[in-house]
């Protein structure tokens, strides 16, 4: 026991080290180049509009271009800087470059809290709170890491920069609030953030300048602005619903279920809110005035509120994935906050306890969003395959744009040996699922089988007809935390299952089978389903996906 608490300094930077290099192996291994959800309209549809023209006008109106209720100029101009370093729009070096912008929040929060503390034990609980497997969501996804993510690390490191010593350092934070401003929908906030934290400091110049640029800066975002309707619930629902919702961005790190909602996120908000308001009346007006410190946490805590009200004004709902890297901000804030506050006799305790309870929090991270991290990759390749193969004519949506892509001689987002293995498969008489069960029921087809063995690593549903094919995720059922326990570390049972609805395939004759890419081979299921009416296309064909008029 002595000797690890001898080496205890030594122990905890080797798990915070380890921690934040696994989650940084699995962003390189999941990442693929295939386009998902808003990839195609806010990254696929601007690279090729903006390229097709050649008015310097058109081309800047592209950049700044509304997307749903944002303007996401950062992610375009990264995806601008990687097409001509490298010629082509791959996802997965977006990805990279948007997984480097939570990196960079716990750089900054890591900074801080050994500036607090001159403790390197202080970092510990910094690095297991931010690079967790609950982010993988947004993560490996390019557009919400470049947005989503993006949005949250500039507006920390502007607040960061301008509440140093120094008019360089005070420059380049106002300049990286003007890239915050149209990184996303909640980008504008930080003017507010910039111009309390001035006023908090009693700087007259720095009031003007912030007002000035942030006035000009939020004018620019709302030129030309559209605000779209998305849901019918009425104003008076979204504001009886927005203390709720605030609570529970703020407080979602702590929500693992994300379904429906759930009173834990909020309790959490209110305890992290509760928590760090009372660290900042400890702290008085007065010290608050004179610490840089205090400032940048006051600064980044308030932007997480702000950023809280536009998602309840404009979401109505706390559950979504891409929302906890707010949540992780306020977390982080209120652990430095604590931090300050604390006496430097029971540091050492207390670096002990935190760095339990948070490798505990990442484990448990790691439990619960791991094997929903293989299931997006799964989802994507399924997503892919359907599109690739669906019966569709060569002016489907998503041909437009490979079409479109080619002409302009960018490489399209692909991976080509998924679709060649696709292709490239055979039937095998000679196996089978074991268990099998078949459920139809009105308007949906599920089947189930047992893999006792382990042989299907990966597996999709496959529904051919005579012009194509659509392809589905099948899904390994989740053991219980208990149950991973006792199986020595099983993520999953021995249970796969499928569930499709019909309103997810067009008209036709489909026979069902079981794709295995990893044996390159198709299992027949001796079945076949007709469905007789056609749906909408998967993809829209509008460019940039909204209505309003380049």
Known sequence: MSAIL???????????????????????????????IDDYNAL???????????????????????????????????????????????????????????????????????KYSKNTLSIVPVILLSLHFQHMGSLLWATSALQNIGVTSLACLAIWLLTR??????????????????????????WVVLLL?????????????????GTGSILLFFHSYRFPITENTSITGRLAAMPEVILGVIGGTFDIHEKGASLIPVVAGVLLVLIFTFCIARTGLAALRKDPACQFLLGVFL????????????????????????STLCVLATYNMVLLKLSRKRLKIWFNVAGIACLGLWLLFFWRYY???????????????????????????????INALKELGIKSPDDAQIQQTFISSNYKNDMGLPSLKILKKKNKYAIKWRDSLGLFKECYLVLKSDRGSFVFPVRKKRNLLSDFFRSGGQFY????????????????RYTISVYLPDQTCFISIQDTI?????????????????????
Not at 171 to 185: E, H, K, V, W, Y
Not at 538 to 550: E, I, K, M, T, V
Request: net charge neutral; hydrophobic share 45%.
């Open 6 to 36: 001898k080496y205890s300094r030594l122990i905890w930077l080797l798990v915070a080290i380890c921690c934040a290099a696994t989650l940084s192996f699995f962003i390189f291994e999941a990442a693929l180049d295939i386009p998902f």
């Open 44 to 114: 696929l549809d601007f690279i090729i509009q903006y390229l097709r023209t050649d008015s310097t006008e058109e081309k800047i109106h592209f950049i700044f271009r509304q997307h749903n209720e944002h303007r996401i100029v950062y992610a375009r101009l990264i995806l601008l800087l990687d097409y001509y370093v490298f010629g082509c729009t791959n996802l997965r070096h977006l990805i990279f470059l948007g997984s480097i912008s939570l990196f960079l929040i716990t750089v900054i929060f890591c900074v801080e809290a050994y």
């Open 165 to 190: 010593h120094g008019v360089f350092w005070q420059c380049m934070g106002i300049i990286f609030a003007f890239i915050t401003t149209f990184a996303s929908g909640t980008g504008p906030f930080i």
């Open 197 to 213: 934290i001035a006023l908090f400091g009693r700087n007259v110049l720095k009031c003007v300048v912030i007002t000035v640029l």
């Open 303 to 326: 932007f997480g509120i702000l950023s809280a009200i536009a998602i309840s004004l404009g979401r109505g709902s706390y559950v979504e994935n891409r929302y906890k890297v707010i």
């Open 371 to 401: 094997p929903e991290m293989l299931e997006y990759e799964s989802v994507r390749t399924a997503d892919h395959l359907s599109l690739l193969n669906s019966p569709q004519t060569t002016h489907s949506p998503f041909q437009q744009r």
């Open 493 to 508: 049972t021995a249970e796969r299952e499928v569930c499709i609805s019909y309103d997810w395939i067009q008209k036709g």
């Open 530 to 550: 007709v469905i007789d009416k056609n749906v909408k296309p998967w993809l829209s064909p509008r460019w940039f996906n909204d209505a309003y008029a380049p």
